[in-house]
C-alpha cells in the first residue's frame, strides 16, 4: 500500500542528514509509483526555486517564481500539471507556510497518482521545516549571497514568515532580506486568536538589530508569562532604557480575538495600521493618537493606550513600518500609502492569498527603489476569515441581540 511508502520515508528520514532527503524522497515517490521526482525551495525573496541536491541529477537549474508552472503550483498553492500530462509540480506548504515544490514524472499522471503526489508533497514539507532546524543545507539553497551579522541575527529570532488556521492568516516580509538592521515582526497563534508585533529600531547596524532581537524577547518573555499588551510594550520600554539607551524603537503591539474579530493594539509612535475591507482601504478607521517611542523610558509616568476596533469577516489589516511608505523612486517619488493599500487590493482582488499578495507588493516595492533599499521595510498583512460554522453562530447570536433589543 502507499501508505507503507510515506511511513517508511518518515522512519528512514530521522536519523539521515539534510542532504539525504530528497534522494529518499525519490525513493519513496519511486514506490508510489513516480519515475523521479526533485524538490525546490524558495529562495529567501521568493523570486526563484532552488533544487536540493540530489545524486542522480546533480545541478538543476533554479527555477522563476513568475515565469514557471513550479512557479505557478508555488504561486497558487495548488498542483500544476504539464501538458503533456507527464510532469506535475505540488506545493510543500507547513501549515499555511510555502516553503516550495515537489516535481514528479510518471508515464501518465492519473487522478490517483495527483493524490499520492499531494500527500508526498505534503509529508516531504513537514521533513523539510525539521530538517532545517539543525541543518543548514534548507537555509544556505534559500540565500544568493552572503548576509550581514544584524540581518543574520534578526532573520534567527524569526517566526515562519505565514501562520493560520481556518479563522485566521498572518503573513510578514522584511526587506532588505540580506542587510536587514532594525525591523522586525513577531505573530503567534495562542488560545483566544492571533497576537502580532511589528518592531522598527533606528538605525541600520548591529546595535539597531541587538535592540530589535530585545524587544523581541521582552515581548516573548511578558506574553508567555501571561501579560498584557500593556505589559509588553512596557516591557519592552524599559529593556531598552536600561540596556540599549541611545535607542528609539517605534512598535505596533496588537491581539486579533478570532472568535469576535476584536482587534486590540497599542501603537508607540509607528504608522497606523490599514484596514482593507470589501476591495478597499477604509482610511483613518484605525488611525489613533500614538504614544510615545518605545526607549529612554517614555512609559514611565503613563501607561500606554490600548485601542479596540470590531472586524468584519474578510477584513485584512496592514501593519507596516515607514521604510515602506517613505521609499524613494530615484527620481525621488515616494512608494506611499495610497499605492501600498492600492498593490494589496489589487492582489486580492486577483484572488491571492495574503501570502502572495505580500510578494507580490514586495517585488513592487524592490522595483520603485530599483533594488536599492535605503531604509528597512517590513509589511504584515493578517485576514480574519472565521469559519463558516462560526461566522453563522455569531450571525445568529446578532440577529437575536437585534429581536431582544427591538423587542
Not at 354 to 363: D, G, I, K, S
Request: hydrophobic share 40%; charged share 25%.
Amino acid at each position: 500500500m502507499y501508505e507503507d511508502a510515506l511511513t517508511d520515508l518518515l522512519v528512514r528520514s530521522r536519523l539521515r542528514v539534510g542532504r539525504d532527503l530528497a534522494d529518499l524522497v525519490q525513493e519513496a515517490g519511486r514506490r508510489l509509483g513516480f519515475r523521479e521526482t526533485a524538490l525546490y525551495v524558495t529562495d529567501l525573496q521568493q523570486i526563484r526555486l532552488i533544487a536540493l541536491p540530489q545524486s542522480d541529477a546533480p545541478g538543476r537549474s533554479a527555477l522563476d517564481v513568475d515565469a514557471s508552472l513550479a512557479g505557478l503550483a508555488y504561486r497558487t498553492q495548488q498542483a500544476q500539471r504539464s501538458r503533456d500530462g507527464g510532469t506535475a509540480w505540488f506545493p510543500m506548504i507547513d501549515g499555511v507556510e510555502r516553503l516550495g515544490v515537489l516535481m514528479a514524472t510518471a508515464p501518465a499522471l492519473d487522478d490517483t497518482l495527483l493524490g499520492r503526489g499531494e500527500a508526498l508533497a505534503g509529508l516531504t514539507a513537514l521533513l523539510v521545516r525539521s530538517k532545517s532546524s539543525h541543518s543548514d543545507l534548507v537555509i544556505e539553497a534559500e540565500r544568493s549571497r552572503p548576509m550581514t551579522v544584524q540581518a543574520e541575527l534578526l532573520w534567527a529570532f524569526l517566526p515562519p514568515r505565514t501562520i493560520g488556521t481556518a479563522d485566521v492568516t498572518s503573513s510578514a516580509v522584511l526587506e532588505p532580506a540580506y542587510d536587514i538592521g532594525g525591523d522586525t515582526f513577531d505573530h503567534i497563534l495562542d488560545d483566544r486568536g492571533l497576537h502580532l508585533t511589528v518592531i522598527d529600531s533606528m538605525g541600520h547596524d548591529l546595535a539597531s538589530g541587538g535592540a530589535s532581537a530585545a524587544g523581541l524577547a521582552a515581548c516573548r518573555a511578558t506574553r508567555r508569562s501571561g501579560g498584557s499588551l500593556t505589559d509588553i510594550v512596557t516591557s519592552i520600554d524599559r529593556i531598552l532604557d536600561q540596556w540599549f539607551t541611545d535607542r528609539l524603537m517605534t512598535a505596533v503591539v496588537a491581539h486579533l480575538d478570532t472568535s469576535d474579530g476584536r482587534l486590540t493594539w497599542i501603537n508607540c509612535g509607528h504608522p497606523p495600521p490599514l484596514l482593507i475591507r470589501g476591495g478597499r482601504v477604509l482610511p483613518h478607521v484605525l488611525a489613533r493618537e500614538p504614544d510615545l517611542p518605545l526607549g529612554w523610558g517614555f512609559l514611565a509616568g503613563s501607561p500606554p493606550t490600548e485601542h479596540t476596533e470590531r472586524l468584519q469577516p474578510g477584513d485584512r489589516v496592514l501593519l507596516y513600518s515607514d521604510g515602506v511608505t517613505e521609499a524613494r523612486s530615484p527620481e525621488g517619488d515616494l512608494y506611499g500609502e495610497e499605492r501600498l493599500a492600492d498593490t494589496v487590493i489589487r492582489a486580492t482582488a486577483a484572488g491571492a492569498p495574503a501570502p502572495e499578495a505580500l510578494r507580490r507588493l514586495v517585488q513592487g516595492l524592490r522595483q520603485h527603489q530599483e533594488h536599492n533599499f535605503r531604509d528597512d521595510a517590513t509589511i504584515l498583512l493578517v485576514e480574519w476569515h472565521p469559519s463558516g460554522r462560526r461566522a453563522a453562530a455569531r450571525g445568529r447570536t446578532t440577529e437575536a441581540s437585534d429581536r431582544s433589543g427591538r423587542g
